[in-house]
Structure formats: structure tokens, C-alpha cells
């Protein structure tokens, strides 16, 4: 194992962001701090060091326990870090990714609505989006 590695390729391998490509310009627009200061997608992460990433308008704070060059699986990955992300920011967050898939909510294990379900569902955002699109007029 290494005692340094890039910290671009660390984000990516840890899968904080899912190419390094992504993870790079991260870094050069200034999305990234180590320690408090904007790193460059060069910079030699170690371990024990804290990472702010700033992604969506979030803010998440990582503590680095493993330094990673490959890219690995989900379980392996959150071996490698610790997150130090407030709860209220974490929060938000989950509240914002929730309402970005722009799915109706459903109950877990309700499953696949019917295609009755999907037509009534329709019916019903027609009628409400036409009327409210006529009381916008008036």
C-alpha cells in the first residue's frame, strides 16, 4: 500500500464521484479542500487527512482511513473513509436526491403501479395542471 496517492484519484476510487474525470474538475474549480485549503487534483492525499468536497451545493466532510489508486466496490469503499458530514446536511441532502428523481411516492413494497394506477394518476396531474394553468390567465 502506498503512503500517498492523488487525491483526485482517491475521490474516484472511493466513489465519491463516479469518473475521475468528474473528481478532477472537482478539484480545479475549487470544489475540494483538504485541511482547509483548495487542493489541486495533483495534490498527494495521506492518510488521517480531512476532505470537504462541495457537490450539488452540499457540503460533505471525509476523514481518509485507507488511500485507494483502483476503483472498488461500494461495501470495500466505505471501509476507506469516514463521514464526517453533519447530520442536517446530510439531511438535506437525501430530501434533495429523493425529490430529484421526480417519481411519485409510492410505500415500500407497494410495487409497480398498474397501468390503471399510472391512467388515474395521469388523469388527475391533467385536471389539476390544465385548471391551474387557466387560473394563471385570469
Same mark, same amino acid.
Given at each position: 500500500?502506498?503512503?500517498?496517492?492523488?487525491?483526485?484519484?482517491?475521490?474516484?476510487?472511493? #466513489?465519491?464521484?463516479?469518473?475521475?474525470?468528474?473528481?478532477?474538475?472537482?478539484?480545479?474549480?475549487?470544489?475540494?479542500?483538504?485541511?482547509?485549503?483548495?487542493?489541486? /487534483?495533483?495534490?498527494?492525499?495521506?492518510?488521517?487527512?480531512?476532505?470537504?468536497?462541495?457537490?450539488?451545493?452540499?457540503?460533505?466532510?471525509?476523514?481518509?482511513?485507507?488511500?485507494?489508486?483502483?476503483?472498488?466496490?461500494? /461495501?470495500?469503499?466505505?471501509?476507506?473513509?469516514?463521514?464526517?458530514? /453533519?447530520?442536517?446536511?446530510?439531511?438535506?441532502?437525501?430530501?434533495?436526491?429523493?425529490?430529484?428523481?421526480?417519481?411519485?411516492? #409510492?410505500?415500500?413494497?407497494?410495487? #409497480?403501479?398498474?397501468?390503471?394506477?399510472?391512467?388515474?394518476?395521469?388523469?388527475?396531474?391533467?385536471?389539476?395542471?390544465?385548471?391551474?394553468?387557466?387560473?394563471?390567465?385570469?
Amino acid at each position: 500500500m502506498k503512503d500517498k496517492v492523488r487525491i483526485d484519484k482517491w475521490l474516484w476510487s472511493v #466513489r465519491i464521484f463516479k469518473s475521475r474525470s468528474k473528481a478532477t474538475d472537482a478539484c480545479k474549480t475549487g470544489k475540494i479542500k483538504v485541511g482547509n485549503v483548495t487542493v489541486k /487534483p495533483s495534490y498527494l492525499a495521506s492518510i488521517d487527512e480531512l476532505v470537504e468536497v462541495k457537490k450539488a451545493g452540499f457540503n460533505f466532510r471525509f476523514k481518509i482511513l485507507n488511500l485507494l489508486e483502483k476503483r472498488v466496490g461500494a /461495501p470495500i469503499a466505505r471501509t476507506c473513509y469516514e463521514d464526517l458530514t /453533519p447530520e442536517e446536511e446530510l439531511n438535506k441532502y437525501n430530501d434533495w436526491y429523493v425529490g430529484k428523481s421526480g417519481a411519485e411516492f #409510492r410505500e415500500k413494497g407497494a410495487g #409497480r403501479p398498474t397501468k390503471r394506477d399510472r391512467r388515474v394518476l395521469e388523469d388527475f396531474k391533467d385536471d389539476y395542471l390544465f385548471d391551474e394553468f387557466f387560473e394563471d390567465l385570469e
